[in-house]
């Protein structure tokens, strides 16, 4: 099997809020293959990482209960700490759910935690080990 990702569908308590969620606060543009039941989003490179489920609700502020923390997190990441103060801001001020204000993490990053409107979380960091191409891509 090829190391990829196609495609990752979050399930959504209510598919029209959810849609201006991510078209409103994130400024992201359905597909023209989206329907009245399923909404598609076109995305660039990803990675996919495995951290233990107790430290990643730690890192992001949450009990690992299944209350509030489904055991992964979605990652946006941006070139400079600044970037992050920035975008984290610039979320909140359209509505978006601020779990963690931006700080610095103990593996040499800089980060802020997100929810969606189904509390999908959104890590918005700065990794300075993580080189991206001008899109943002991943570069290995």
Not at 33 to 41: D, N, P, R
Not at 43 to 56: I, V, Y
């Amino acid at each position: 099997m090829e190391q990829r990702i196609t495609l990752i569908t979050l399930g959504v308590r209510n598919l029209q809020r959810s849609r201006e969620f991510y078209q409103q606060v994130f400024g992201w543009q359905p597909l023209e293959s989206s329907t009245e039941s399923i909404i598609f989003f076109q995305l660039n490179g990803l990675q996919l990482a495995l951290f233990p489920q107790e430290s990643l609700a730690d890192d992001a502020g949450l009990e690992a209960d299944g209350k509030g923390f489904k055991s992964f997190s979605l990652a946006y990441d941006v070139r400079s700490e600044k970037e992050v103060d920035d975008l984290v801001a610039a979320l909140a001020g359209k509505g978006a759910r601020v779990l963690k204000q931006p700080e610095k993490v103990f593996w040499g990053g800089y980060s802020s935690y997100i929810a969606d409107p189904d509390d999908n979380l959104w890590e918005i960091a700065y990794n300075p080990f993580l080189p991206m191409d001008e899109k943002g891509n991943v570069l290995s």
